[in-house]
């Protein structure tokens, strides 16, 4: 069992940054692959960053790219999403998911972002 408690979230202005964070509990944080979903208001949860295990390999959706960043510190068992450059459209509550062989698995519960224009 893996629990994951985000933090970071809040109001910021159009053009400014905010560091998501996900602590995770347990000893196996570095077995799992570690995302990044965001859920706007009556929209679907999308994905917005991806890690793997030893953070050596990350993707992201076409509409955070070049703004956004995913890091992990697997001896803190703490995975790290800095945004940069934020939009009004990047508004959402924020989740952290651990994941296996492409299988979501554990979710945190989320902390939300605003972005003010």
């Known amino acids: 069992q893996v629990q994951l408690v985000e933090s970071g979230g809040g109001l910021v202005q159009a053009g400014g940054s905010l560091r998501l964070s996900c602590a995770a509990s347990?000893?196996?944080?570095?077995?799992?692959?570690m995302a990044w979903f965001r859920q706007a208001p009556g929209k679907e949860r999308e994905l917005v960053a991806t890690?793997?295990?030893?953070?050596?390999?990350?993707d992201y959706a076409d509409s955070v790219k070049g703004r956004f960043t995913i890091s992990r510190d697997n001896v803190k068992n703490t995975v790290y999403l800095q945004m940069n450059s934020l939009k009004p459209e990047d508004t959402a509550v924020y989740y952290c998911?651990?994941?296996?062989?492409?299988?979501?698995?554990?979710w945190g519960r989320g902390t939300q972002v605003t972005v003010s224009s």
């Open positions: 998911n651990a994941q296996r062989f492409g299988v979501s698995l554990y």
């Open positions: 347990g000893r196996t944080f570095s077995t799992y692959n």
């Open positions: 890690i793997g295990d030893a953070g050596d390999s990350t």
